[in-house]
C-alpha cells in the first residue's frame, strides 16, 4: 500500500505546491480535487479544483503527469464529491453535468478510478432515494464505462448540520445500502471509497466491513473521528452525530488504524490509503494544514509497505 492525500486541504495552493510538499514529506500519491473551476461552493473542502476537467486535453494532461512523475508521485483518483439529488435542481444538474468531465479527465491522466458520492435528496426516504439512483446513476455509469474509468463511493453520510436533515446528503452510508446499491449498480468497476471513520459514529464493525465488501473496495480514505461524549450526552444518537462526531486527523481519533490497514491487506487491498484533512484544529493557515498531514502520515506510514 501507499500513502497519499487529498488536495482538497489546500484551496489556495497551486499543484506544484502540493506536489513538492507532499513529495518532500514522504507521501507517495495525490488525490486530486477536481471540482468545477470557480464554482462557488460553499461547502468546506469543496470547491477546490487542481486539475481542470473541463478544459484538459492531451498535452494538459502529460504536463500534470510530468510534474508528478518528477516528484515520484502518482495519481490515486480524482475526487469530486457534490450531490447530484440536491434539493436544488439547479445544483443537481450542475453536478450530474460536470461528473463525465472528471471521467474524461481521469481517462486523460491515465487514472482508473473516480471518488464520488452517490448523493441524495435528504428529505426522501431510503426506498425513495434508491428509485431516484435507479433513474440517474446507470447514465452516469455509463459514462464512466465509456471511459474506462471505476466508480468509488464514498460512504460519507453527509448530515452535520439541520440544512442536510433528516436523511443526509449521501445515501451510501451503511452495509445494507450497500448491498442494495451494488444490486442495482452491478459491476467491479463500482464500489467504495471506504473511509473508516464514519462507521466509528454509526457503530459499524469497521474490520467486518473490509471482510464483508474487500472486491468492493476500490479506494480508501484517511480520516479519524473523535465521539464528544458530552455532545453525544447531550443530543443523543437519534441526532444522527450533529453535535457529536467530530473528524479528526489519523491517529488523533478512535479508529484503530493497525487494524483497519491488517485487514486490508489481509483481504486483498493493496491501493493507496489517501489522508482526507478535515480537522478544524489544523485549520487556518497553510502551516496548521502541513502539520496535520505530518501528524497523519507519522500515525499512518509505519503501516504501509
Known amino acids: 500500500m501507499h500513502l497519499g492525500l487529498f488536495t482538497a486541504a489546500f484551496p489556495d495552493a497551486t499543484l506544484t505546491e502540493v506536489a513538492d510538499f507532499a513529495a518532500t514529506n514522504g507521501y507517495q500519491a495525490l488525490e486530486l480535487a477536481a471540482w468545477p473551476q470557480d464554482n462557488g461552493a460553499e461547502r468546506r473542502y469543496s470547491g477546490v479544483c487542481h486539475v481542470p476537467t473541463e478544459t484538459l486535453d492531451a498535452d494538459g494532461a502529460a504536463a500534470i503527469r510530468t510534474l508528478l512523475d518528477e ?3 502518482s495519481i490515486s483518483s480524482l475526487g469530486f464529491y457534490p450531490n447530484v439529488f440536491d434539493p436544488d435542481a439547479a445544483i443537481a444538474q450542475a453536478a450530474r453535468e460536470h461528473l463525465p468531465h472528471v471521467f474524461r479527465a481521469a481517462s486523460l491522466l491515465g487514472v482508473d478510478v473516480v471518488g464520488t458520492f452517490v448523493g441524495r435528496n435528504p428529505a426522501h426516504s431510503v426506498p425513495n432515494a434508491f428509485e431516484d439512483v435507479k433513474a440517474v446513476w446507470p447514465g452516469l455509469i455509463a459514462s464512466a464505462r465509456e471511459h474506462n474509468v471505476a466508480v468509488a463511493f464514498e460512504n460519507c453520510p453527509m448530515i452535520f448540520s439541520q440544512d442536510e436533515w433528516p436523511g443526509g446528503k449521501n445515501l451510501a452510508y451503511s452495509p445494507a ?3 442494495e446499491l451494488f444490486r442495482l449498480l452491478p459491476g467491479d468497476d463500482v464500489g467504495l471509497n471506504l473511509d473508516p471513520s464514519h462507521l466509528v459514529w454509526q457503530m459499524i464493525d469497521i474490520e467486518r466491513v473490509v471482510r464483508e465488501f474487500a472486491p468492493k473496495i476500490l479506494h480508501v480514505h484517511a480520516k479519524d ?3 464528544d461524549r458530552d455532545g453525544l450526552y447531550d443530543e443523543g444518537v ?4 450533529m453535535g457529536w462526531q467530530v473528524p479528526r486527523l489519523p491517529g488523533l481519533g478512535e479508529v484503530r488504524w493497525d487494524r483497519f490497514i ?3 491487506f489481509r483481504h486483498g487491498y493493496d491501493g493507496v490509503v489517501s489522508v482526507e484533512h478535515e480537522d478544524r484544529s489544523f485549520e487556518g493557515s497553510r502551516e496548521l494544514v502541513e502539520r496535520g ?3 497523519a502520515r507519522d500515525a499512518i506510514k509505519p503501516y504501509l509497505h
Open 238 to 241: 437519534m441526532s444522527l452525530g
Open 293 to 295: 498531514f505530518l501528524i
Open 71 to 73: 516528484r515520484g508521485l
Open 225 to 227: 473521528l473523535e465521539i
Open 177 to 179: 445500502i450497500w448491498r
Open 262 to 264: 491488517a485487514a486490508l
